[in-house]
């Protein structure tokens, strides 16, 4: 089966500037996670849909992140305006409802703020 | 809460030399429980998971894992380290929803 597929795979900007990240999840998979990982820690929720609908948008900087799942396929996440501090790799996952099974990654976007 | 505590965040190995990276949870719920592993400019890919029955679970690569419930642990072990496991090894619990430990760097020396 194909993985989740994330696209670009790098991106440098400037701070204040913007971006978007896009993320196509395995098929079939009602679950969405965007995470952003800074260098030398662990994955960091940022978002979660079911389908189209958002579970889980806790740890979100909703005055400066963005995310939608439109037809609860695709999801885009976007930065507006960016920061020196967002500089981190966003890695976007996909998983079945079923509890007991594993999020499958992408190989996540590094972006860099200069 | 569920929580992941991996204890070192750096772990330095002959070749050939067991591999111990360990991870405790805290679950008020029977959990799930995955390793994953990243090389570098990569995304994390699963490495067991351990849900219910046999609580010795086998992944990939030579891998494998034991749930103790009694000491709430997750160990990941491998008998014999390749230069090829040089890595970051993540513990994850699957409660009300994931949660990651900060990580483990694995270096493995010649």
């Known amino acids: 089966e194909a993985g989740v597929a994330q696209s670009p795979r790098y991106k440098i900007i400037e701070k204040r500037q913007s971006v978007a990240f896009w993320c196509n999840p395995i098929s079939g998979h009602a679950t969405l996670y965007w995470y952003q990982q800074i260098l030398g820690q662990g994955p960091k929720l940022l978002i979660q849909f079911q389908n189209n609908g958002v579970v889980d948008d806790s740890q979100l900087p909703k005055d400066r992140f963005s995310a939608e799942r439109l037809k609860g396929v695709d999801s885009t996440l976007k930065i507006q305006p960016a920061k020196l501090e967002d500089s981190a790799v966003y890695l976007c996952?996909?998983?079945?409802?079923?509890?007991?099974?594993?999020?499958?990654f992408g190989d996540g976007t590094r972006l860099s703020i200069l | 809460a569920q929580s992941v505590t991996q204890l070192g965040s750096h772990v330095s190995v002959s070749e050939g030399a067991l591999v111990l990276l360990r991870c405790n949870y805290s679950?008020?719920?029977?959990?799930?429980l995955f390793w994953y592993v990243q090389y570098p400019n990569q995304g994390l890919q699963l490495l067991l998971k351990?849900?219910?029955?046999?609580?010795l679970v086998k992944g990939i690569n030579g891998f494998e894992a034991e749930f103790k419930k009694s000491e709430t642990s997750f160990h990941l072990t491998k008998p014999s380290a390749h230069m090829s496991d040089a890595a970051e090894y993540f513990c994850a619990v699957r409660g009300d929803k994931f949660y990651f430990g900060s990580g483990t760097k694995l270096n493995v020396k010649p």
């Open positions: 679950s008020s719920v029977p959990p799930y």
């Open positions: 996952a996909s998983s079945t409802d079923s509890p007991n099974q594993p999020q499958h």
């Open positions: 351990y849900t219910t029955g046999a609580t």
